[in-house]
């Protein structure tokens, strides 16, 4: 069977804090919004985004634009914003020539996600993706694990799949419930006291994917 590996999106395959960041700023300075209000708006997206948000914004605020709009341009403005890093891209290329099958499973609106992997160039180098918008499940529920790695063409895990996440519970916890080894990327982070820990840890998407190339290469190494 072909290896599989499930990679989370946001905060581990692109940026998505970042990119938030700079779209609050600049949501602030268009609006001219007071230091109040650029936390309170921050602090409203900062796990995630739905239409149903940007109506309460739009009523905060007191915006002519319509909720549908609001949210509409700003899936078109964080598409553009997040990136996918050069090295990563390129990584996930190098796991494909090595015969991994690769999928991404996501929390979130399918519209945004699905913009985001089209700007980024994900969604041409994956196997399949798995968002739990159009899916009905969300992460850590092991049931989202499993459709994306059915969607890959993989429903067992003989071989042992992987996931590499950057949340200890929706990401870690929730894979290792479907049977999935774990990689964790902390940047710079402890793990939270109490959780069972992933099976590895490292700094960076690219990281990730040297160690999965790395284990892969000593597990064949240990087969006679």
Known sequence: MRP?????????LVDRQRALTDWVAGYQSHHGLSCEQR???????????TPAHFERIRNRFGLAESAGSLWHGYCEDLAAAVICPPDVLSGIEELRTRGWRI??????ATDIQTAKLRATGLADRVDAVCISGEAGVRKPDPALFRK??????????????????????????????????????????????????????VPDARAAIELLISCRRQRKELVP
């Open 103 to 108: 999928g991404i499973v996501t929390n979130g």
């Open 4 to 12: 599989l590996v499930l990679f989370d999106l946001d905060n581990t």
């Open 39 to 49: 936390r309170w708006l921050f602090g409203l997206l900062a796990d995630r985004a």
């Open 148 to 201: 994306a790695a059915r969607r890959c063409g993989i429903s067992g895990y003989e071989e042992g799949g992987w996931m590499v996440g950057d949340n200890p519970v929706n990401d870690i916890g929730g894979s290792r419930s479907a049977g999935f080894r774990t990689v964790w990327i902390h940047r710079g982070l402890p793990w939270p006291a109490g959780l069972p820990g992933p099976d590895h840890q």
